[in-house]
Nanobody, 115 residues
Framework: QVQLVESGGGLVQPGGSLRLSCAVS????????VGWHRQAPDKQRELVAE???????STADSVKGRFTISRDSAKNTVYLQMNSLKPEDTAVYYC?????????WGQGTQVTVSS
């Protein structure tokens, strides 16, 4: 059973940084694609960044150059490093794992960018 536990959200001022963590249990990284999605109030959930089983990372144009996804296989954890945060980055951030026809979501962590 794949389980995801996110952490690292919080309140940060514009221009600040946060690092989100997604601890993955139940399956090795090489079999799954792990992504970070976010959902702001009254908006659809959107993909922010993802990393494939082979280690290929990609990020959405809206966060390119500011957000970086990475993973630590020894810790079974995927990270989302967020720099130069803007108020429009405020959202609930969700970790997602998908493999074959399956998908699993974490519980989400709130990120608020405000002065």
């Amino acid at each position: 059973q794949v389980q995801l536990v996110e952490s690292g959200g919080g309140l940060v001022q514009p221009g600040g940084s946060l690092r989100l963590s997604c601890a993955v249990s139940g399956m090795g990284f090489r079999f799954i694609t792990v992504g970070w999605h976010r959902q702001a109030p009254d908006k659809q959930r959107e993909l922010v960044a993802e990393i494939t089983g082979g280690g290929r990372a990609s990020t959405a144009d809206s966060v390119k150059g500011r957000f970086t996804i990475s993973r630590d296989s020894a810790k079974n954890t995927v990270y989302l490093q967020m720099n130069s945060l803007k108020p429009e980055d405020t959202a609930v951030y969700y970790c997602n794992a998908r493999w074959l026809s399956n998908t699993r979501w974490g519980q989400g962590t709130q990120v608020t960018v405000s002065s």
